[in-house]
């Protein structure tokens, strides 16, 4: 059985932690290769997707990908730029209090998904500009995957 308390506590660790002093298109482009060269490497086809105020700065989908996943990152991109959020922690919400989007949100589901993988990019100081989200895999690995290039990068790069 999940610990949702334990879980959300560690998700909003992860947004608070997991931000950047500015965000630059080379810094996409630079984390966006990272997160495709991890992928490879691991044999995960993946569609990765890195957008700052609604401009999209990166963008590309791994051999064994399909159109599908782009469908599947515009629903978590949603989430995020509504909720300032990572889309993971939206989804734990709702299944924390047994409800969905359409209940919780007055949203539609054809829109909206709070499965994981988007993950809000953060400028210390300023808020949420955009969103680094991958899709293709289990949701927890998806959001995985996004928190662990993202904490890499924040590591190589200070």
Same mark, same amino acid.
């Given at each position: 059985?999940?610990?949702?308390?334990?879980?959300?506590?560690?998700?909003?660790?992860?947004?608070?932690?997991?931000?950047?002093?500015?965000?630059?298109?080379?810094?996409?482009?630079?984390?966006?290769?990272?997160?495709?060269?991890?992928?490879?490497?691991?044999?995960?086809?993946?569609?990765?997707?890195?957008?700052?105020?609604?401009?999209?700065?990166?963008?590309?989908?791994?051999?064994? @990908?399909?159109?599908?996943?782009?469908?599947?990152?515009?629903?978590?991109?949603?989430?995020?730029?509504?909720?300032?959020?990572?889309?993971?922690?939206?989804?734990? !919400?709702?299944?924390?209090?047994?409800? @969905?989007?359409?209940?919780?949100?007055?949203?539609?589901?054809?829109?909206?998904?709070?499965?994981?993988?988007?993950?809000?990019? @953060?400028?210390?100081?300023?808020?949420?500009?955009?969103?680094?989200? !991958?899709?293709?895999?289990?949701?927890?690995?998806?959001?995985?995957?996004?928190?662990?290039?993202?904490?890499?990068?924040?590591?190589?790069?200070?």
């Amino acid at each position: 059985m999940v610990d949702y308390k334990k879980l959300l506590k560690e998700l909003e660790e992860q947004e608070r932690t997991l931000q950047f002093t500015k965000f630059t298109n080379d810094m996409a482009l630079e984390l966006g290769l990272e997160i495709i060269g991890k992928a490879k490497k691991e044999g995960k086809a993946i569609t990765v997707d890195i957008t700052r105020n609604g401009h999209q700065l990166f963008h590309y989908s791994c051999e064994g @990908t399909c159109m599908d996943y782009d469908q599947w990152i515009i629903k978590k991109n949603n989430f995020v730029n509504r909720c300032n959020k990572s889309s993971f922690h939206i989804g734990t !919400i709702l299944r924390q209090r047994g409800t @969905t989007v359409e209940e919780e949100y007055l949203v539609s589901s054809l829109d909206y998904s709070p499965n994981g993988g988007a993950f809000p990019i @953060t400028i210390k100081n300023v808020g949420v500009v955009g969103t680094i989200t !991958i899709s293709g895999l289990p949701q927890e690995q998806d959001h995985q995957m996004a928190v662990d290039c993202i904490k890499g990068y924040l590591e190589n790069h200070s």
